[in-house]
């Protein structure tokens, strides 16, 4: 099959129109749908960004009294604009203007930590920035720096936002433990699976991220010296296999607990419950 030679204008120096490279005038010569994984990619990452964001703003059904049922999106709610019960950490701040969220405190740490993920950074970059956006297929960029000038350089934080979303992992567990209530003490209800379930997914897919994994085993030159370490990095390596599929199932735990809180503190629905 014969192509047309690559004109100088669209020649680059990296790339699939590189020096050295077949010269070939098409974007690819792919003829299966390689395009679609892209696209689902960029669909779901956009609806979550949609919800989250509305709701992060709306102020209302985030907070259940009778259950202490709290919504990832508001937790730690540490302002005096909370309603009340929701703040378990006290108010030190005062009320917020409305176009500042509840939950502003933590909302920019965990979209931080998302954003600079290992596995994130492949889902974006190829289905946003088709940088590129799939196997044999040349992207429109003509020129590559990597991740060593703003605002891509800011991927290399990515272990500190780690340290940060564990602490946001045990506040959202201190939520899970609260969860266990009823009017008369000690319950469960359906809320309580939701949200202890989350919190937990939320932790395995935390720990599963590529920054832990270096930290309990990284620099380590004998596992014989160190057993309780090496037995910790072999338990974040298994997870570590499954880190795409917790960072997408963590999206829908979320949006699925957000959800239903909202059904709950609306009055919407009411809580079926187990125990209490």
Not at 8 to 21: H, I, L, P, Q
Not at 87 to 110: A, C, D, N, T
Not at 132 to 142: D, F, M, Y
Not at 246 to 253: M, R, S
């Amino acid at each position: 099959m014969s192509a047309a030679p690559v004109k100088a204008s669209e020649s680059a120096t990296t790339g699939v129109f590189g020096r050295g490279r077949a010269a070939i005038a098409a974007r690819t010569l792919r003829n299966d749908r390689w395009w679609l994984p892209p696209l689902v990619t960029v669909l779901g990452l956009a609806a979550f960004i949609i919800y989250a964001t509305i709701r992060s703003f709306v102020r209302t059904a985030y907070w259940v009294d009778s259950y202490h049922y709290l919504t990832p999106f508001y937790s730690p709610c540490l302002s005096a604009s909370c309603v009340e019960g929701s703040s378990h950490f006290g108010q030190p701040i005062g009320h917020l203007p409305m176009w500042i969220p509840l939950g502003f405190l933590v909302l920019p740490f965990l979209l931080l930590f998302r954003l600079t993920c290992y596995y994130y950074r492949k889902a974006y970059y190829r289905s946003v920035w088709m940088s590129p956006p799939a196997c044999a297929v040349a992207e429109p960029h003509a020129k590559y720096s990597g991740e060593t000038k703003l605002p891509l350089i800011i991927q290399n934080a990515h272990r500190y936002f780690f340290y940060i979303a564990v602490i946001i992992s045990v506040i959202n567990t201190y939520d899970a433990v609260i969860s266990f209530h009823s009017g008369s003490g000690f319950g469960i209800g359906l809320g309580t699976v939701i949200i202890t379930a989350n919190a937990l997914l939320l932790w395995a897919y935390t720990l599963s991220c590529h920054s832990c994994r270096h930290i309990a085993g990284g620099r380590l030159k004998h596992f014989s010296q160190h057993p309780v370490r090496y037995r910790f990095w072999t338990v974040v390596s298994k997870l570590n296999t499954r880190h795409m599929q917790l960072a997408w199932t963590t999206l829908g735990t979320l949006v699925l607990t957000d959800f239903y809180v909202m059904l709950v503190a609306s009055g919407t629905i009411s809580d079926p419950r187990l125990i209490g």
